[in-house]
């Protein structure tokens, strides 16, 4: 088993809210347990902010925020999952780092998709080389990454599909989605990829838009939302759980994602 948290700050906080959000996540980072999971949502570290010189102006704090998850990692024995916006070799990159139990670092996904925002920015997109890299594996257990824009693109979703993932981890922000358009990209992705995916958002203060930090299991059922509260959310999973089911009606059980993937005809579609 493997306990997974999920944090969801507010959009909202006031005055320097990148400095008040980024305290409120450090402090949420105690909250993983041991031999645990947590993960914090898209731009821990310039979260609250929507216009360039701010974030530009707050890129130097995520070093602080990865220094904190590190240690923390390392003190609790846990997985740790933050996501930063940070200038590294000269480039300004949207990456999310993996620190294993050891404090160290593991993997780092850097976004793939960039909406226009981003781009705006000057932020870079993927590797150097044009491959998206957002798959690994640790400890027995396969991890796959999305970072918030991803999660509209079915050419990552199926990449990721054939990594046979068995945890799909989405640091988001997606502050004017609808509620519903986000749980179903949630609740198809982890369908398709036969995965838990779990997702970490900000809260919008409404019902309709953003939120929606959330657990969802492999056969795609939302295990835990937390809407549009402030906080976290913390379930303990099995991370090679499958969901299986008939190939067909009265057909033989198998694995979901193997039901989908027998069926890919992609170059009818070319």
Known sequence: MLKVTAVQPSYFVGEN????????LCEKLEE????????????????GLSDVESELRALPRAEIMLKKASDVARKKGAYVVINVLQKRDDKIKNSTYFFDKNGEVAFVYNKQHLPPSEILLGVEAGEADGR????????????AFMTC??????????????????????????????????RAQAKLTAFRCNAY??????????????????????????????????????????????????????????RNDDFIAKGLCPKAFE
């Open 17 to 24: 809210p990148d400095e008040k959000i980024a305290q409120f």
């Open 32 to 47: 993983v347990a041991p031999n645990g999971l947590i993960l914090l949502p898209e731009y821990s570290n310039a979260g």
């Open 132 to 143: 998206c890299k957002c798959a690994f594996e640790i400890d027995g257990i396969r991890f």
């Open 149 to 182: 824009y991803d999660v509209y693109f079915n050419e990552q979703i199926e990449f990721i599909a054939k990594f046979k993932p068995d945890v799909i981890l989405v640091p988001g922000y997606q502050r004017g989605e609808r509620t519903d358009i986000i």
């Open 197 to 254: 995916v779990v997702r970490s958002s900000f809260s919008m203060d409404s019902d309709e838009r953003g939120g929606c930090t959330m657990i969802v299991a492999p056969d795609g059922q939302i295990l835990k939302d937390m809407g549009k509260d402030v906080g976290s959310i913390s379930l303990d999973i099995s991370p090679c759980e499958k969901y299986l089911r008939t190939a067909g009606f009265g057909g033989d059980i198998v």
